[in-house]
């Protein structure tokens, strides 16, 4: 009973280190290129800009690392690309203007 209770209890943890996210502040080359979409090129860039400073959020990121987008940024996110442990979230649209009053 108490062998089952702990293999249970390694397997949860198994599962939750997997599912973790991937911070772009901590993760190795290895990490990053493990993600659908980023090769060498694109981690040695994030890597380069991260040795100047770590990412302070995903706009960051963007304005810092040449290569990457809104596009990417929402596809890596949810793969489990985050900064700051924080997963991207896509601006809002910004509102229609209002026609003209005559």
């Known amino acids: 009973m108490m062998l089952k209770i702990f ?3 390694i397997a949860m943890l ?3 280190v997997c599912l973790a996210g991937t911070d772009v502040n901590k993760a190795t080359a290895a990490d990053l290129d493990s993600i659908k979409g980023i090769g060498p090129a694109l981690s040695g860039k994030i890597l380069d800009e991260r040795k100047k400073a770590n990412f302070k959020d995903w706009n960051d990121l963007l304005a810092r690392v040449k290569g990457m987008g809104q596009k990417n940024a ?3 996110s949810a793969q489990g690309l985050t900064v700051n442990e924080l997963a991207y ?3 809002l649209a910004a509102p229609l203007a209002e026609p003209a009053k005559k």
């Open 7 to 9: 293999l249970f209890l």
């Open 14 to 16: 198994y599962a939750t």
């Open 74 to 76: 929402v596809k890596f």
């Open 89 to 91: 979230k896509e601006p």
